[in-house]
């Protein structure tokens, strides 16, 4: 009291209801190059390597992730996966059709529960999203987070996945969560633990 009159308020990041719930009559469009090659570390080995399963090169080198001693000997292994991926159009199509049917899902799940879409705010651009769970593997566990942003012309765009700690400490920033799918239980059970390489910004 001091130093500041009037007193700081307490910081709003939305300016409108629909920053807070998903509307699931819109349409909603993703960058599934964006999600599945640059981010593509935040995929499930698992997940991967089942998708791979006519492909005994891509699945050696998911092998080769499982088991790298350090950080830049992932990061090796991870770009090559990318090449491969980029070269192999029914590989990546296999992959998007996948994350496709699990946007599908959570849809549903946000009209039997609209609590299911997680708002959260992004620093960088001063905006709001919304994180929708994605079940790659078992459609009852989520695997990682769709962001998903309202466009000026009156669609969703689907921007980037997150990692689901990732996406517990972004929901965090905005506050107490009450959703059935983004809590320390669900997360932090050994299957969804972080890694180092998660740690990058988000975009």
Request: one cysteine or more; hydrophobic letters at 35%.
């Amino acid at each position: 009291m001091n130093y500041f009159n009037p007193l700081p308020q307490p910081p709003s990041y939305f300016k409108r209801n629909e920053d807070l719930f998903f509307d699931h009559t819109k349409q909603l469009h993703t960058d599934f190059e964006h999600i599945i090659i640059d981010n593509i570390r935040r995929l499930p080995l698992q997940f991967l390597y089942d998708q791979f399963f006519d492909n005994p090169q891509a699945r050696e080198l998911v092998e080769s992730i499982r088991n790298a001693r350090d950080r830049d000997e992932r990061l090796k292994q991870y770009e090559q996966l990318k090449s491969l991926l980029k070269e192999n159009s029914r590989l990546f199509m296999r992959i998007q059709n996948r994350i496709k049917d699990s946007i599908e899902l959570a849809r549903k799940r946000v009209r039997w529960n609209y609590k299911t879409a997680v708002p959260s705010y992004f620093p960088k651009r001063n905006s709001m999203s919304l994180m929708l769970p994605l079940a790659l593997q078992d459609e009852s566990k989520p695997d990682v987070a769709l962001v998903v942003e309202l466009t000026r012309s009156g669609s969703y765009q689907g921007q980037t996945i997150l990692t689901l700690p990732q996406a517990y400490i972004d929901a965090r920033l905005m506050c107490r969560i009450t959703g059935d799918w983004l809590t320390p239980s669900q997360i932090f059970d050994g299957d969804n633990v972080q890694t180092e390489d998660d740690t990058e910004d988000v975009e």
